[in-house]
């Protein structure tokens, strides 16, 4: 395996960026150290593993909490503590728990409360450059 230097990235970095779960990647992938060109070109065009991992997973904890629209803390409060596939995460959207009821809700709340604070911020910020 080659040193990292600053053009190349560590596996989990890559697999972090391109929302992959790691454990769930090629060998051949996590044994490597990937340059920014490599990394591009995964994105351009992705092999076939990319795309069947990003298409029915298992994915990682950020991209289930954003499938279910919640925090990533709110799928530990529900007892999600594993990668999830896209069946999986199809089956708890279509017959949602309770938790998942919950958390969404929750979600949904704080979202609209940093909306909120965020124009407060705008409209005094405004305010602020019209007086000087």
């Known amino acids: 395996m080659t040193s990292a230097n600053s053009q190349s990235m560590k596996p989990a970095t890559v697999a972090?960026?391109?929302?992959?779960?790691?454990?769930?990647?090629?060998?051949?992938?996590?044994d490597s150290v990937i340059t920014r060109e490599e990394f591009a070109e995964l994105q351009a065009n992705p092999p076939e593993w990319l795309a069947e991992l990003r298409r029915n997973g298992p994915h990682p904890r950020p991209v289930v909490?954003?499938?279910l629209n919640v925090s990533i803390s709110g799928l530990a409060?529900?007892?999600?503590?594993?990668?999830?596939?896209?069946a999986e995460i199809t089956a708890l959207l279509q017959a949602p728990p309770a938790w998942?009821?919950?958390?969404?809700?929750?979600?949904?709340a704080?979202?609209?409360?940093?909306?909120?604070?965020?124009?407060?911020?705008?409209?005094k910020a405004a305010k602020k450059a019209r007086t000087e």
Do not use: C, I, N
């Open 16 to 30: 972090k960026k391109l929302g992959l779960y790691l454990p769930a990647t090629p060998q051949e992938f996590q």
């Open 65 to 67: 909490a954003q499938k």
């Open 77 to 86: 409060r529900g007892g999600v503590e594993e990668a999830l596939t896209t």
């Open 110 to 123: 704080v979202r609209a409360e940093a909306q909120r604070v965020k124009e407060e911020a705008a409209k």
């Open 100 to 108: 998942l009821v919950a958390e969404r809700a929750t979600h949904a």
